[in-house]
């Protein structure tokens, strides 16, 4: 199993998961941020560290975000790894919380 970041990460991307994670599996998009399923090992540090609620389970996503589960996979495979924790993205607070922001997703 593995931890999969969703919607409310979109034009958020606040990185103190990426912090926390023993294995470096995030990866860093122009807005967002994915896991790679392959590399994490299910410890769950990451969930509890984001401020945006956007970390899940697997097992746990809700129904509406289950296309999350192939995307963070997809795009773990061509964004860059991210090791270190950055600044939020500068309206990171504005848009925590809106709902159906796929169509803001920057590839």
Sequence with gaps: M??????????????DCVEVCPVDCFYEGPNFLVIHPDECIDCALCEPECPATAIFSEDEIPEDMQEFTELNADLAEIWPN??????????AEEWDGVPDKMQYLER
Aim: with cysteine; aromatic share 8%; charged share 35%.
């Design 2 to 15: 593995t931890f999969v970041v969703t919607d409310n990460c979109i034009k958020c991307k606040y990185t």
């Design 82 to 91: 991210i090791t270190e924790k950055k600044d939020s993205l500068p309206d």
